[in-house]
């Protein structure tokens, strides 16, 4: 009785805030289709255009990595550190595998795709860029691969279907090569530099396996404050994680999370939410399985555009939540039987 008031109320309080701030969030809310991007079933020729009008919004685009030497201060020197433990790595052969999903990223992803190649020219790192593109109305993939075609360390993968961010970064994660390999959002919203503080953690740590972003302890110092939607989101659904799911992790849905080689594969294998609350299974995995999780403080920059639908995800989530700690037993039990 107690545990279905409680559910009740948590339902209503998402309700409640997404209602307050859904008409905000729509605007910008499955946009990207409508800035001049193609939708399918257009022309050959229109998609020509975009993928022109890309490369060339891809020359514009304003991102010098120099600045970073004077914006964090310690690049350099996590950089070292990091690149001390890649002797005998390569492109072909990478020590960092990075994975973003993408769907309906037309106009976001190309100029995030320009500033990972320009930083890792800048810092060159035996890397992998694994983008998995979930089916696009916009023509995610067409116009992304055109922009990296040629470049050995972005490979960007038609998923050709769609069925959300939990399967596009599982997808990522089976086919990864790294030693490290590390999520992240398509528009970047944790900086680049911060990869190389991870990998400095894990350097100092070699008894650490799993990773992640946490945004809670540096909100003052973030780019950009989240929208009230956001915050009432977030609150709602931190306090059902840490009921029903996962307890002492500051912050799960942080999209910023690394996996050593051992414990991806095993983790990523048991993994099989495709919704949103997918971070949230990860880590209880990580747990059944006995791995050390630990959290990193990471600037984050808010991005109002957003493919989180206003109202059904967040309930979707809501209900994953509290089956999250049976689906993962029942998935190791099932992996156990002969």
Sequence with gaps: MVKASLLTFLFLFQLISLSASAQEL????FTDSAKGFPSEGTAPSDLQNAIHQTHERARRVEFDPDQLV????????TYLDALAMTPGYSTEKPYLSLVIP????AHRLPESLVKIQRFFDKFPFPVEVLVMVEKSPDFTYEVSSSLVAGDPRIKVIDNVVKN???YAVRSGMKRSQGEITLFMDADLSTPLPEIFNFLQRFQREPQLQ???GDR????????QKRSLFRQALSKGFSYMVQKFSVEGI???QCGFKAFRK???AEIFKHQSLNTFAFDVEVLVLAKELGYQIGSQPVKWIDDKRSTVHPLWDPLKMARDIVQIKHLVKKNLREAQKP
């Excluded at 729509?26 to 809310?29: E, F």
């Excluded at 004077?70 to 020197?77: L, R, T």
């Design 262 to 264: 051992k414990a991806n």
């Design 164 to 166: 959300g961010k939990g």
């Design 26 to 29: 729509c605007r910008d809310v």
């Design 216 to 223: 809670k302890t540096q909100a003052d110092n973030s780019d």
């Design 210 to 212: 799993v990773l992640i």
């Design 70 to 77: 004077q914006e964090y201060p310690n690049i350099k020197d």
């Design 250 to 252: 500051p912050d799960t």
């Design 102 to 105: 993408a769907y309906k990223e």
